[in-house]
């Protein structure tokens, strides 16, 4: 269990980390930056948890997050493709221009 | 226990496979649509296939009502089922069914609203594949099956609601969207690696069996709050609902109905069938009664402050999810009934609620409720399905909100929880002041400047049908009783079977 401590920790910065950028970040391709670093987070507890199964390295979650890298992926190419159109709209990547939208 | 059958023998279920077909091979018949000239081949394969969609659901359902409890079990990879299973009970073709029904009735609707538009090929496409994604989690076995389906249901909403792109409003509204809900994928599958962590695995029966029912300990609770927080965002539910607002209104018609009617649902489902499973409802009750009260107080007096007519409907969309958390908070059979009956109620009357909007922001071009004064003097028959789903959201007797919302507030009172009947009494007179100047002002006689006529044939039968179902379903509630009761059954007292089903093969 001990061995599982750094890992842990480093999982609960990423998640911070993550958090953070995607509240203070001004910049759209930032926020998803942000994003990618949440579900990679994620993705490190999941390898880190597989480790310390009973003396054996358990495939199931590093087939899991092989899958789940894919799936960040395409979330993330849509993102981009909306930014691209964003862009072509506003001429900025500032996401404070994005507040037309209220209540 | 388990038989396999000739429908569920195969690689996938029958339902899923209909819709990953129809959706797979659009592109191809778009493609031939463009050649040949027959536009119109892209609208009807679609409505074939979600028809085609509907008939599975419909043969799953006498297959599983033949023997009472039963749990069909499809693996992809074999057996045990580590990943990749579906695990086909009564809840979950319960529930894909009501996506197959508001599915089915969005696609017929779209034929006529969405043929100015360009790009219908994707269109239709998107639309498949966000329904084969809803009823993959619907009839999930394993959290990271339901995982892949929800990531594919996402993708492709976040497509449709950025849709008409060449307007700012829903570039704006799909980028928030697709943030706030990838940050809530993000948290679902930081519990996923809690859930793999403590229990070894992510099939629904194994970690049922070894997590329900263990003392709350803090890694216990965190996991908690991270599935809240992962299903939460996409079910809209309060602290996290301030993307509804904008994605809904802004997606094309249909799409909001679908957005609202039946996609927010489906996360009230996943959330209710994973915390059901992995906690006793002692964990969890007092969490969702306050999310349940804080939910429907802002959203209806939010709802009371706007003045766009779709911006209003999702309001109340929202607030539709805290009387749907009354019934997960009680725990008990009756309440889940009660939320499980609301899903598909709700899923008709928002359904058309949205699309009677569609009709007449289609029709005029304008969403604000003031400009749009007397306009159901133009558009009679719009007007009269408007008003039936209007007044169902209220909960009057007569249409089938009224059924759901009285067994909602009755489970509250009978599990010990009066204060939570007490708000929804209060919440839905609250609520019937914004129905009723919607329907105040669009009755009233014409100002205004413009003309309206009555929508397409086509788009009117969908909406009249919708009204008929909604009064039939108010008047004589017996079936949809039936099945919703048989389904919530199946996750209270059908646990041990469910367990069963799997652990022992």
């Given amino acids: ?103 | 226990m388990v038989m396999i059958s000739p429908l569920s023998a195969s690689f996938l279920p029958l339902p899923l496979a209909v819709l990953l077909l129809g959706g797979g091979t659009l592109p191809l018949i778009g493609l031939l649509a463009e050649k040949t000239g027959l536009r119109r081949l892209r609208e009807l394969w679609a409505i074939a296939f979600s028809a085609l969609n509907l008939i599975s659901i419909y043969l799953l359902y006498q297959e599983l009502r033949a023997s009472p409890g039963r749990v069909i079990v499809s693996s992809l990879l074999g057996s045990p089922p580590l990943a990749g299973c579906f695990e086909i009970d009564t809840l979950g073709v319960y529930m894909a069914g009501c996506v197959a029904l508001l599915g089915f009735l969005a696609v017929v609707y779209s034929y006529h609203y969405m043929e100015e538009e360009s790009r219908l090929t994707e269109f239709y496409t998107l639309v498949l594949l966000m329904m084969a994604g809803m009823t993959g989690v619907a009839l999930a076995g394993d959290f990271f099956t339901l995982f892949v389906f929800w990531e594919m249901m996402g993708i492709s909403s976040y497509v449709l609601v950025a849709f008409l792109k060449y307007r700012w409003g829903p570039i704006e509204a799909g980028f928030k969207y697709l943030i706030m809900s990838a940050t809530g994928s993000a948290f679902l599958l930081l519990s996923m690696s809690l859930i793999y962590g403590m229990s070894g695995t992510l099939n629904f029966a194994y970690l049922s069996a070894s997590l329900r029912g263990v003392e709350p300990s803090p890694w216990l609770l965190l996991l908690l709050a991270t599935l809240i927080v992962g299903f939460g965002v996409k079910s809209a539910i309060v602290p996290f609902h301030t993307w509804l607002p904008d994605a809904h209104p802004e997606a094309p018609g249909p799409i909001s109905a679908l957005l609202s009617g039946i996609v927010i649902e489906t996360g009230l489902y996943a959330l209710m069938r994973v915390t059901y499973l992995t906690f006793t409802p002692s964990v969890y009750r007092s969490v969702f009664a306050a999310l349940a009260v804080i939910t429907m107080t802002v959203a209806n007096i939010m709802a009371l402050l706007q003045n766009d007519l779709k911006r209003l409907l999702a309001y109340s969309s929202i607030s539709q999810i805290g009387y749907m958390l009354i019934g997960l908070s009680t725990g008990t059979a009756y309440g889940l009934m009660g939320s499980l009956l609301h899903i598909l109620n709700h899923s008709l009357m928002k359904g058309l609620a949205f699309l009677a909007a569609g009709n007449i922001t289609h029709q005029t071009g304008m969403r604000d409720i003031e400009k749009l004064r007397g306009v159901g003097r133009m558009m009679p028959y719009t007007m009269l399905s408007l008003s039936i789903s209007l007044l169902g959201l209220g909960g009057v007797p007569a249409t089938n909100g009224f059924i759901s919302k009285f067994i909602l507030f009755s489970s509250a009172i009978g599990a010990g929880m009066p204060i939570l009947a007490v708000a929804g009494v209060l919440n839905s007179a609250l609520s019937m002041a914004y129905y009723l100047r919607v329907m105040k002002n669009f009755i009233s006689t014409p100002e205004g400047e413009f003309e309206a006529e009555e929508a397409p044939a086509l788009m009117v039968a969908v909406n009249l049908l919708m009204a008929l179902l909604i009064l039939l379903l108010g008047l004589w509630p017996q079936p949809a009783i039936r099945y919703a009761d048989a389904a919530s059954r199946m996750l209270v007292e059908g646990l041990g079977r469910y367990i069963q089903a799997v652990v022992g093969r």
Wanted: aromatic residues 8%; charged residues 15%.
């Fill in chain 1, 1 to 103: 269990m001990n061995a599982l401590i750094p890992y842990l920790v480093s999982v609960f910065l990423l998640l911070l980390i993550g958090l953070g950028c995607l509240m203070m970040k001004r910049d759209m391709i930032r926020m998803l930056i942000g994003l990618e670093i949440l579900f990679n987070a994620a993705n490190l507890n999941f390898v880190a948890l597989s480790l310390s199964r009973a003396g054996f390295v358990d495939p199931l979650g590093q087939s899991i997050v092989m899958m789940a890298i894919v799936l960040d992926g395409c979330v993330i190419a849509v993102g981009l493709a909306m930014v691209l159109n964003a862009y072509k709209h506003y001429g900025t990547l500032d996401v404070r221009k994005l507040r037309r939208l209220r209540w």
